[in-house]
């Protein structure tokens, strides 16, 4: 038990921003991280529910609304998962030899593609947040289902798919993973998306259109860099979920 406890806290500390004492790495608990991929992403999911509830409770202006629902979750991240979309935007838009991009993926150095693409997706999904209009409990609780969606699919990709050749992240990651730990993931998948469609009704098309932002993204990252990545994990994350929110806030 205490061995699933330091996992949890492991996977919170690496995955969320969230202030923690706990600091310690256990390298035999590292392999059981990925089980708590959903729940770090409930937790952040429910921040964001509530967040969403507290600015309408309050009747703030959809603008100042719309910015704090959109900055959310590239704070509550540490930025990590648009790092990601950053450096792969970098590589991918750069039209070069895979080995170059696999170059300009590791470049610290932010160029012009990144931040073009990074504005553009931060004000489509600012806009949307400011076009969405609560009107029900179902509304608040789809922001609980979209990152607890784009982490177990993230955390099913990262194991499964063939790393990176250069990527240290993506082949330590899978080091001591087992069948049944992807399992579980699928089957925490599977759950959220009953869950949602039984309680979420047409809100619940929010977890498909992240779903397969995810794989649309990860798609071409994959093609165009030749393997997975923690990156390319969070570049589709964050195309995943602009596209669930792009279907939150587009249902009435």
Known sequence: MKKYVRAFMMCLTMFCAI???????????????????????????????????????????????????????????????????????????????????????????????????????????????????PADRKYYFTLLLIPVVSRCVAGICVTVLRPISTSEYAGAYRKGIKKSHVIVIAIMLAVSAVLGGIFLRWYAFAALAVAAGYVLALVRAFRSLGGMSGDVSGYALTFGELCGIAVFALIR
Not at 34 to 56: K, R, S
Not at 74 to 93: C, E, K, P, Q, S
Not at 103 to 131: E, R
């Open 19 to 133: 202030p923690i004492p706990y600091k310690k790495w256990d390298e035999e608990a590292r392999p059981l991280m990925m089980l708590f991929l959903p729940v770090v992403g409930a937790m952040i999911g429910g921040i964001w529910t509530l967040l969403a509830y507290i600015t309408n409770w309050l009747s703030l202006p959809g603008i100042v609304a719309g910015a704090l629902l959109c900055a959310f979750p590239i704070l509550i991240t540490g930025g990590m998962h648009m790092d990601g979309f950053l450096d792969v935007t970098d590589a991918v838009r750069s039209w070069k030899e895979p080995e170059e991009r696999r170059k300009i993926l590791k470049d610290p150095h932010v160029g012009s593609f990144a931040v073009i693409n990074a504005v553009l997706l931060v004000m489509l999904q600012f806009a949307l947040f400011c076009a969405a209009q």
